[in-house]
């Protein structure tokens, strides 16, 4: 069983920057994939960025050049570094853990950018 807690959520202004942490109960290297999804009120839960086992990375198109998405092995945490922020960003974002072909999920955290 692979436990992910998330944090670092919160409001921030248009342009601002927030980064948000997952904390994961196993070696994150164990992973095939790491990665965060977000999900705005009345749409689908949608994928913001990845780190596969080996590094590669890849992210959604709206947040190209303003997430980055990185990951510390010795506390076996994932980060996502969001700056330029938008108000298109407000959402509840998920960490997810591939491992096996099985998805895992954190509980979500808040992300509000007002305008």
């Known amino acids: 069983q692979v436990q992910l807690v998330e944090s670092g959520g919160g409001l921030a202004q248009a342009g601002g920057s927030l980064r948000l942490s997952c904390a994961s109960s196993?070696?994150?290297?164990?992973?095939?994939?790491m990665g965060w999804y977000r999900q705005a009120p009345g749409k689908q839960r949608e994928l913001v960025a990845a780190?596969?086992?080996?590094?590669?990375?890849n992210y959604a198109d709206a947040v190209k050049g303003r997430f980055t998405i990185s990951r510390d092995h010795a506390q076996n945490t994932v980060y996502l570094q969001m700056s330029s922020l938008k108000p298109e960003d407000t959402a509840v974002y998920y960490c997810n853990a591939n491992v096996g072909w099985k998805d895992y999920w954190g509980q979500g955290t808040q992300v509000t950018v007002s305008s």
């Open positions: 780190v596969r086992s080996g590094g590669s990375t």
């Open positions: 196993i070696n994150i290297f164990s992973t095939d994939v």
